[in-house]
C-alpha cells in the first residue's frame, strides 16, 4: 500500500505539501493541488487516519463512534446503524461501529472505541433497554439510540411504544373487533409496559375494560416462540375461537398465530382480526395476507442520533420517536 512519503516522491514535493492538500487544500495553489492529487490517484493512495489520530492525539472532527450493543448482528434493529452511516455521509461526516456483545467487558470495548479519537458517540442497543452508561463515554459528545440511561442523565432517541400500540389497537376497535386475545412480550421489558399502556388507553375510549380482556405474556428467551400455539388453542375449544382478534407483542409472534389459526381453518381477517408489532424489515408483506402492523421506527431513531451530534445539540432528554401504524389486509 503507497504511503504518504511515496506520494510526496511521486509529486516532487514535500511531505507537509502533501499532508496540507489532505487536510488543508484551500492552503495550496491550485496548481500544486492539482500536481499532488493527481499522484494520490496515480498511487491509490488512502490516507492513513489512525496514524493521524495517533499524531494528534485528539478527538476527529466530523466522526461518529457507534457502540452496538447487540445491534449490528440482528435483522430488527440494522436499520439505526444503517441510519448512522447514511447521515453521517449526507453531512460530510464519518462512521465506524464497535461491536459490543452482552459477555464483552464494558471497560475494554469502550476504550477501543475511544482509541479511535471519535467526535462524538452514539451508544445504541437490541431492544429498547435501560444500560449504565460508562463515565469515559461522558467524556466526549454521547447519545443513546433505543436505549435510555440507568442513572446519568443522556440524550436518548427511542420508540414511542405506548403510541403506537395505542394507534393499532384504536384501528382494530374502529372496525369492530371487540374481543382481542393478548399475546404480549415478557412482562419485565420496558417495551411490553410501554404498549400494554397504549392498550389500555385505546380500550377505554371505547368503553372496554382492558383488564377483562384475555392477556397472555411470552417467558423471556426465543425458544418460548413455541409456546405461542398452545396460549392461542387453549381458546380455542373444538377449533373454534373465543376471541375475534389477536394483538401481537411483535411480528414474530404473528408469524405463529397466523399458522395456528390457518391450520384451524380460521379466516383472517373475516374470522379472527391481527395486529402485529415491529414491521419487521421484508416480513410484514410476505404473509398471507398482508400483517397490519406498527412501525418500530429504527430508521428514525439511528438518523435523529446522529444529527444530535452533528448538530452539537446539548439537551439530555429523552426523545419517543412516532412509531406509526400500518394498515394492511388483516385487519
Not at 142 to 166: F, T
Not at 270 to 294: C, H, Q, R
Request: hydrophobic share 40%; proline share 7%.
Amino acid at each position: 500500500m503507497a504511503s504518504l512519503k511515496d506520494v510526496a516522491k511521486l509529486a516532487n514535493v514535500s511531505l507537509m505539501t502533501v499532508s496540507r492538500a489532505l487536510n488543508n487544500p484551500e492552503r495550496l495553489k491550485p496548481d500544486t493541488l492539482t500536481h499532488v492529487q493527481a499522484a494520490i490517484s496515480q498511487l491509490n493512495y488512502v490516507p492513513d487516519l489512525s496514524a493521524k489520530k495517533i499524531r494528534g492525539a485528539r478527538a476527529t472532527a466530523n466522526t461518529i463512534g457507534v457502540l452496538a450493543l447487540d445491534t449490528v448482528t440482528t435483522p430488527f434493529s440494522v436499520e439505526i446503524t444503517l441510519s448512522i452511516e447514511e447521515t453521517a455521509r449526507a453531512h460530510g461526516w464519518n462512521s465506524f461501529v464497535v461491536n459490543m456483545f452482552s459477555d464483552d467487558s464494558p471497560e475494554t470495548m469502550v476504550d477501543l472505541l475511544l482509541s479511535h479519537r471519535p467526535g462524538g458517540i452514539i451508544y445504541t442497543t437490541m431492544g429498547l433497554r435501560q444500560v449504565p452508561v460508562p463515565a469515559k463515554l461522558l467524556t466526549l459528545p454521547c447519545v443513546l439510540a433505543n436505549c435510555e440511561s440507568l442513572h446519568d442523565p443522556v440524550a436518548s432517541y427511542i420508540p414511542d411504544d405506548e403510541q403506537g400500540q395505542y394507534e393499532g389497537v384504536k384501528a382494530l376497535l374502529a372496525a369492530g373487533y371487540r374481543h382481542p386475545l393478548c399475546l404480549h412480550l415478557p412482562s419485565q421489558h420496558l417495551a411490553t409496559v410501554r404498549r400494554r399502556k397504549g392498550l389500555a388507553r385505546a380500550c377505554l375510549e371505547s368503553g372496554i375494560d382492558p383488564d377483562s380482556l384475555l392477556h397472555h405474556y411470552m417467558e423471556f428467551g426465543d425458544e418460548h416462540y413455541r409456546d405461542i400455539p398452545a396460549m392461542v388453542e387453549s381458546h380455542m375449544p373444538g377449533g373454534k375461537p373465543h376471541f375475534d382478534s389477536v394483538v401481537c407483542g411483535n411480528d414474530r409472534i404473528a408469524f405463529m398465530v397466523y399458522q395456528v389459526l390457518l391450520s384451524h381453518g380460521v379466516r383472517i381477517p373475516e374470522d379472527v382480526a391481527v395486529l402485529g408489532y415491529d414491521n419487521m424489515v421484508g416480513i410484514g408483506d410476505l404473509f398471507l395476507p398482508p400483517l397490519s402492523t406498527v412501525q418500530l421506527p429504527h430508521y428514525d431513531i439511528g438518523r435523529l442520533s446522529a444529527l444530535h451530534i452533528i448538530n452539537g445539540d446539548s439537551h439530555r432528554e429523552t426523545v419517543r420517536v412516532n412509531s406509526p401504524w400500518l394498515q394492511r389486509d388483516s385487519i
